[in-house]
Nanobody, 122 residues
Framework: QVQLAESGGGLVQAGGSLRLSCVAS????????MAWFRQAPGKEREFVAA????????WYADSAEGRFTISKDNSQNTMYLQMNSLKPDDTAVYYC???????????????WGQGTQVTVSS
C-alpha cells in the first residue's frame, strides 16, 4: 500500500503564492503517476496537475497552466505544487493522489492523501 500526506495549505490574498507538498511512503513504485486534485464545497473533485515519478512528463489542467508548476524530489519521495497568481476560484481542499496510469479522472486513482485547505481571499 501507499501512504500520501499533503501539507502547505493556508490563507493568502489574491495574487499571492503557496507551495504544497506531498510525501509518499510505503510500497511506492517508480512507474506511478502522481497528481494533484482539488475539491471546493458543493463541487466535484477536479484534476489540477500530474507527473510521472522518474521521467520527464507533466500534465496540467487549463485552469493551472501558466500559474501552477508541479515538481518532485525523487530522493525525498516528495511532490510539490507551486501555485502563483492565486485567485479566489482556486479556493478548495487540495489532494495528492497516486495511480499506475495517467488519468484526469479521480476515479482512476487508488491512493489519496488527507487533503490540505487552500483559501484565497479577494
Amino acid at each position: 500500500q501507499v501512504q500520501l500526506a499533503e501539507s502547505g495549505g493556508g490563507l493568502v490574498q489574491a495574487g499571492g503564492s503557496l507551495r504544497l507538498s506531498c510525501v509518499a511512503s510505503g510500497r511506492t513504485s517508480s512507474s506511478y503517476v502522481m497528481a494533484w486534485f482539488r475539491q471546493a464545497p458543493g463541487k466535484e473533485r477536479e484534476f489540477v496537475a500530474a507527473t510521472r515519478w522518474l521521467v520527464r512528463s507533466t500534465w496540467y489542467a487549463d485552469s493551472a497552466e501558466g500559474r501552477f508548476t508541479i515538481s518532485k524530489d525523487n530522493s525525498q519521495n516528495t511532490m510539490y505544487l507551486q501555485m502563483n497568481s492565486l485567485k479566489p476560484d482556486d479556493t478548495a481542499v487540495y489532494y495528492c493522489a497516486g495511480s499506475r496510469i495517467f488519468s484526469r479522472s479521480s476515479t482512476d486513482y487508488g491512493y489519496w492523501g488527507q487533503g490540505t485547505q487552500v483559501t484565497v481571499s479577494s
